[in-house]
Each structure stands twice: as structure tokens, then as C-alpha cells.
């Protein structure tokens, strides 16, 4: 079991993705995210959003905002606890990514792009500004077989 961050970094109406394309095994390969990662010992969720969002954008975030938990259960990558944050509160100059291509999208056409089936339910949620939410993601290969809301 993991523990991760996701953030989505939003300026005028976009949100940073990156595409990923640069690591070999990569459970995210060719696919479009937000920024961040895997908790380094002793960390909360939000110093590993900061220290994630540094390393792969160069962008410091002045603040953000804790706006779901989700349950990944993978029968291929195992289980993930990713804490997703948003934040329009940022500073520095974007930089090139070892993990991938970093592109500015705006919100709503990320649902179109090649994501995870069940980002699109959270990304919606982060577009509609929904609350607070817990949700359960189970697939089997690249499948979304169930999903819970809370």
C-alpha cells in the first residue's frame, strides 16, 4: 500500500497536466494527470504536494486545498491512498519535467483526453466544485470495475 498526492494546479481556467511519457514501467504511461507522487517518510499529505509539485514543475504552491481522498485497489499496482489538492496560489517559472510533458488544459478538456476512467469522476467533481469527497476506485488491468462516492 502507498500513500500519494495529486494536485491540480489551476491559472485561467487551465489546470497543469502532464503527460506521461518519459519513465519505463510507469502504471501512468501515456497517460494525462495532475502533479504529484509518493510520500517520502514522515510527511503529510500536504509537504509531499509541495515537495512533489516542486520537483516536477518547479512551481512553489503557496497554498492549497485538500479536496478528496481516493482508494485505488489495482489487482496489478496494488493499493493507493492519493490525497487530491487544488491550488490557484503559486509561485516561480515552470520548468521541464523527467517524468513527462507539462501542458496547461483548460478544465473541462482534460475529461476528453487519455485518463483514467475513474480521474473522470473526481476531475468532474474538481470542475463542478463539489465538496468534500471520499471515493473507492477498483480495477482490474487498465478497467474500472466499481466505484463508490462519499
Known amino acids: 500500500m502507498r500513500n500519494t498526492t495529486l494536485v491540480h494546479i489551476e491559472k485561467d481556467g487551465k489546470w497543469l497536466m502532464m503527460h506521461r511519457t518519459k519513465k519505463e514501467n510507469d502504471e501512468n504511461h501515456d497517460k494525462w494527470i495532475g502533479i504529484g507522487g509518493k510520500f517520502k517518510d514522515g510527511e503529510s499529505p500536504y509537504e ?55 501542458e496547461w488544459i483548460k478544465k473541462e478538456d482534460t475529461l476528453s483526453l487519455p485518463i483514467w476512467e475513474g480521474d473522470r469522476l473526481f476531475l468532474k467533481m474538481l470542475i463542478d466544485n463539489a465538496p468534500f469527497f471520499e471515493m473507492k476506485l477498483v480495477y482490474r488491468g487498465e478497467k474500472l470495475v466499481r466505484h463508490e462516492i462519499r
Open 48 to 102: 509531499c504536494a509541495v515537495r512533489e509539485t516542486f520537483e516536477e514543475t518547479g512551481l512553489m504552491l503557496m497554498s492549497a486545498k485538500l479536496r478528496g481522498i481516493v482508494t485505488f485497489v489495482s489487482d496489478e499496482w496494488g493499493t493507493e491512498y492519493m490525497f487530491v489538492y487544488t491550488s490557484d496560489a503559486f509561485k516561480g517559472e515552470l520548468k521541464e519535467c523527467d517524468e513527462g510533458s507539462l
